[in-house]
């Protein structure tokens, strides 16, 4: 059973940058199309990027840009780069991870945008 564990949120001046990691256990990364959502405060969550198993990249308008989606197959590690990050990125981001029927979600991690 694959299991997701976030980390490398924390508090960032607007401007700044956080990279975020997610952690693969269980079965292997290349078996899985990965992506990353996020939950503001009082809002649903929505999606961030993704990269499926053939490294296609997806990324949600208001993110372009900005952030980037990367995998390292060795390390069985998705990493989420964000850049230029503004107060409306505060949430908190979630790894996900989807192949036929699994759908799995990690914990999450807080990111607050903040001077």
């Known amino acids: 059973q694959v299991q997701l564990v976030e980390s490398g949120g924390g508090l960032v001046q607007p401007g700044g940058s956080l990279r975020l990691s997610c952690a693969v256990s269980?079965?292997?990364?290349?078996?899985?199309?990965m992506g990353w959502f996020r939950q503001a405060p009082g809002k649903q969550r929505g999606f961030v990027a993704s990269?499926?198993?053939?490294?296609?990249?997806n990324y949600a308008d208001s993110v372009k840009g900005r952030f980037t989606i990367s995998g390292d197959d060795a390390k069985n590690t998705v990493y989420l780069q964000l850049n230029s990050l503004k107060p409306e990125d505060t949430a908190v981001y979630y790894c996900?991870?989807?192949?036929?029927?699994?759908?799995?979600w990690g914990q999450g991690t807080l990111v607050t945008v903040s001077s």
């Open positions: 996900t991870a989807k192949m036929a029927t699994v759908d799995a």
């Open positions: 269980g079965s292997s990364l290349r078996l899985y199309d």
């Open positions: 990269i499926t198993r053939s490294g296609r990249r």
